[in-house]
């Protein structure tokens, strides 16, 4: 009966401690690739410009609906007053019944044949509108994914630095047992514990800011990832273990013809000219087909007044000219010339400016390798030095300085190691940013 008891009590635990288990969050690893995903499906800032996509094609459709024919359809009643029949030097006169109901239907139709390209100018806008919002988009898109991989990266070094730290707080944890036995046979002195109490307190102190650094960008990642922030993320360990293979600069630069910005400047261009038909189109007149069909009454243009409704239809073309454009719309012509010579600016300033920083990424890039081969070079000699001057001071060979230096010098060649091979990564990713391929 008792075993009985514990089961049951246990099977209805079960529920409540699943629950817990989901809702307690805990670490997730990701790789770049698996972030740019989530990010894709989650980003508020990527999934804002879902409705701006879903605005600018309603513009389009919007756009294009003037060239369907418009149909009106209208109905009044009114109560009619007598009127009042006088000679032309207003004698004689005289009250003119009129029938107090009035009424009146109306149904017409019209069909703009042309106007001048206005309704193809204005539908072209929408459109390259349209496709300038998909590019923003993408822009923006690649942005975030480029602040995403800074974060991923920066959470990749502060956890080598962390490590490295526990290291170093290891090995002078250790050192300090070691001196401490010597200061016990007579041969170091108090001095010397006290220095490398200073240094461990202040490996442990660099440990806790570097703690306190990942927690602060672990929260802005997942921030931009729509993820709990509680959620600490883990970078994928071997990130870092297959380095890219780098193109020439001149494949970097025609793959740049891509990027986002230059197409935005080129929609730009094609807007303003846009913008010049528009504006052109107002000296042009505009052709129009028309029919309706009213029924009328009571009928007052008979003197008396016939009280019966009057139905007739009617169609043909009508032509449409703003004379005062002939004096007015000058400006706005030369207004849209000069927009569209400042377009023209604007996107060979964006080519320029896009060679500009894929060359200079380029360079980054390269030199990032060749500090990362110095780096490592850095390191097997600062191993190779504590190593030497750690023998020589257990031995009495070498001063208590002579240490701490060594240890200063391999700490900071750990550091510098670990962010190398990190940093290759993010001025790779700043290449395919700055050329529109990220």
Not at 410 to 428: G, R
């Amino acid at each position: 009966m008792r075993l009985r008891w514990w089961i049951t009590a246990l099977l209805a635990g079960l529920p409540f401690w699943a629950i817990s288990a989901q809702e307690k969050p805990g670490c997730m690893t990701l790789s770049i690739e698996e972030m740019f995903s989530l990010a894709d499906r989650n980003n508020s800032g990527i999934r804002s410009y879902e409705f701006a996509r879903s605005a600018a094609a309603e513009a389009v459709k919007a756009a294009r609906n003037d060239r369907l024919p418009s149909l009106d359809f209208s109905v009044s009643a009114s109560l009619l007053g007598d009127g009042w029949l006088t000679d032309r030097n207003f004698k004689n006169g005289m009250k003119a019944p009129i029938p107090r109901l009035g009424n009146n239907f109306a149904v017409e139709a019209a069909q703009v044949v042309y106007a001048g390209g206005a309704i193809s100018s204005r539908i072209a806008l929408a459109e390259l509108k349209q496709e300038a919002v998909q590019w923003e988009a993408e822009e923006n898109r690649q942005d975030i994914r480029f602040l995403l991989a800074g974060y991923y990266l920066e959470l990749y070094k502060l956890d080598h630095q962390a490590e490295v730290y526990r290291q170093n707080i290891d090995r002078t944890r250790r050192l300090l047992t070691d001196i401490r036995v010597r200061q016990q046979e007579g041969l170091a002195i108090r001095n010397d514990i006290t220095r490398y109490e200073l240094q461990l307190q202040r490996l442990e102190l660099a440990l806790t800011q570097t703690e306190n650094s990942r927690a602060v960008v672990n929260d802005r990642l997942a921030t931009l990832l729509g993820l709990d922030t509680a959620v600490r993320i883990e970078p994928d360990k071997t990130v870092t273990d297959v380095l890219p293979v780098v193109p020439a600069e001149s494949e970097w630069q025609l793959l740049a013809a891509n990027a986002p910005e230059l197409h935005r400047a080129r929609l730009g261009v094609e807007q303003s000219r846009q913008g010049e038909r528009l504006a052109r189109s107002e000296r042009i007149p505009s052709f129009s087909l028309f029919a309706g069909d009213k029924l009328e009454g009571p009928i007052l243009v008979e003197v008396p007044p016939l009280n019966q409704n009057l139905n007739y239809w009617y169609a043909g073309v009508g032509m449409k000219y703003n004379i005062a454009s002939l004096y007015k719309s000058g400006r706005n012509i030369r207004q849209a010339r000069y927009v569209s010579r400042q377009a023209e600016a604007l996107e060979q300033q964006a080519k320029e400016t896009v060679q500009s920083a894929v060359k200079e990424a380029y360079i980054r890039l390269d030199e990032s390798f060749a500090v990362w081969q110095m780096q490592e070079k850095n390191l097997e000699l600062a191993t190779q030095n504590y190593e030497v001057v750690r023998f020589r001071f257990l031995n009495d060979l070498a001063l208590l300085t002579d240490m701490l230096d060594a240890d200063n010098e391999k700490l900071a060649a750990e550091l510098d190691a670990a962010n190398a091979k990190a940093n290759i990564l993010f001025h790779y990713y700043r290449l395919q940013k700055v050329s529109g391929n990220l």
